[in-house]
């Protein structure tokens, strides 16, 4: 089957760091997305890993290890307007389409 | 620079009334994709479509019908709406090669059943 786990809520302080993770079990894996969705928004693109280790983008991080079945994002630096839910979703290749499997996605609140 | 676009924006219906969702998208992507967020739930795939012409079922099909009549386009249609499919609906399109080509989303279109 196909399972996907992160944590519901996280709080954090503006300025600091925070690491979101994620597991996840999926059959044809073929990269892992993370998407940033504020409230009442469209989700948008922040990272994708296929190949394990560390990938770097400004303020933001992810991480992948394929063996696991798990994955980081790492936010830097935070700001207020990084308050938003934070969607894992890991690809899965079958029948010849690559589809998404999302998380339920968690929700972080950045204060001052 | 539209991107993906979806209307309405906002819908409330009564139960066993139809309606039919549009979703436009004006980066000539070839794949397209219905999906549903729920509270506490991930983003659930509805139906999906790999090219004009061609539709398949997502995780989450019934009480569902798609349309991708022209390659810019793809309907979601509910041809008897129930409580059920109160939701937030959102489309998404994205190119057809690679896996690593993210998944464009529109904003979103919130219907109620009552």
């Known amino acids: 089957g196909q399972n996907i786990d992160q944590p519901t809520e996280m709080t954090a302080t503006e300025g600091a760091i925070v690491q979101i993770n994620c597991t996840y079990q999926?059959?044809?894996?073929?990269?892992l997305f993370w998407y940033q969705q504020h409230a009442g928004e469209a989700p948008t693109f922040l990272s994708y890993n296929v190949l394990d280790g560390l990938e770097e983008k400004g303020r933001f991080s992810s991480f992948l290890s394929r063996s696991k079945g798990y994955s980081y994002l790492l936010l830097k630096e935070l700001q207020m307007k990084d308050s938003a839910s934070y969607l894992c979703?890991?690809?899965?290749?079958?029948?010849?389409?690559?589809?998404?499997?999302f998380g339920a996605g968690t929700r972080l609140a950045v204060h001052p | 620079n539209a991107g993906v676009t979806q209307t309405p924006k906002f819908r409330v219906l009564k139960t066993g009334q139809s309606m039919t969702l549009l979703c436009a998208q004006d980066m000539n992507h070839e794949y397209m994709y219905w999906y549903r967020q729920d509270p506490g739930m991930g983003l659930r795939l509805i139906h999906y479509?790999?090219?004009?012409?061609?539709?398949a079922k997502g995780e989450v099909p019934d009480g569902y019908n798609v349309s991708r009549l022209k390659k810019q386009n793809f309907l979601l249609g509910l041809e008897s709406a129930a409580p059920s499919q109160t939701s937030v609906y959102f489309c998404a399109s994205s190119p057809r090669q690679g896996g690593n080509q993210p998944q464009h989303f529109g904003d979103g279109t919130r219907l109620s059943i009552l």
């Open positions: 979703a890991p690809g899965s290749y079958s029948g010849g389409y690559n589809k998404l499997i």
């Open positions: 479509s790999v090219g004009e012409g061609t539709t």
């Open positions: 999926t059959s044809g894996f073929n990269g």
